[in-house]
């Protein structure tokens, strides 16, 4: 185990720098996990890391014990406690962390389920939306242009571990994928669609969640076979979109169960 002490050491700055910078991330085509939790979460999928930083204070915990058991070829630092809080993004560090490589993008069946995710800015609803989809069992998810970065860190810790049972696409042309799509493809809107209650889920279906405050672009509207609304209570606006996604997709699986 590698002792760190100094925030100055060329080693730490660089990985304090790709946590930080979704851009530099993308470039290096690797993400940071934090926290037991999505450390494990990878590890259950095969993801194994290529370095590890812990801090001191994190050592006598049993489940930080546990992890570094099966990480036993990876290279790890030990940094006190005060060094890995200035590392970590978290109000109240969890100890311990793990550089990976990016999963490699896939390329997508025409015509699966999937999810479809329009200029969707916040980190927290595109980690909840991914953590939707993994949880309806939609393995598939294509984030256009405008996305909150899949693999920075505020969006992997809203999806606990959803990225390992995905298959994501970053940067994705949703308009060509619409236009070679071999099943439904469902628009939710906010108004004016026909009631998601009333609609047959039994298709193959790519679903499509838009911008926080624009909606879905126009241009993909246009594509979409079908336009979906939610029927609200009187006075009732509008939902956030990772609370609709999630509306959505399990209407789907419940008419599936059926």
Sequence with gaps: MKIITSRDNPQFKALKALLGDARRQRAENRAVLEGPHLLAAALDHGVLPDLIAVSEGALVHPEVQALLARLTPVETWRLPDALFGSLSGLA????????????????????????????????????????TAAAVGVSDVLLG???????????????????????????????????????????????????????????????????EGAGIAPELLTLASRRTTIPLAPGSESLNVGAAAAVCLFEMRRQRLK
């Design 92 to 131: 109240t560090p969890l100890g311990i962390l793990a550089r990976i490589a990016v999963l490699p993008e896939p390329t997508f069946p025409v015509a699966s389920d999937c999810l479809l995710l329009d200029a969707i800015q916040d980190p927290g609803n595109v980690g909840t939306l991914l953590r």
């Design 145 to 211: 242009l405008g996305c909150a970065g899949a693999w920075t860190p505020r969006v992997l810790r809203a999806a606990q571990g959803a990225h390992f049972a995905l298959r994501i696409r970053e940067q994705a042309d949703l308009v060509a994928f619409l236009r070679g799509y071999g099943g439904v493809s469902v628009a939710a809107v906010a108004h004016n669609g026909a009631s998601l209650y009333q609609k047959d889920f039994s298709q193959p279906t790519a679903w499509l969640f838009g911008n």
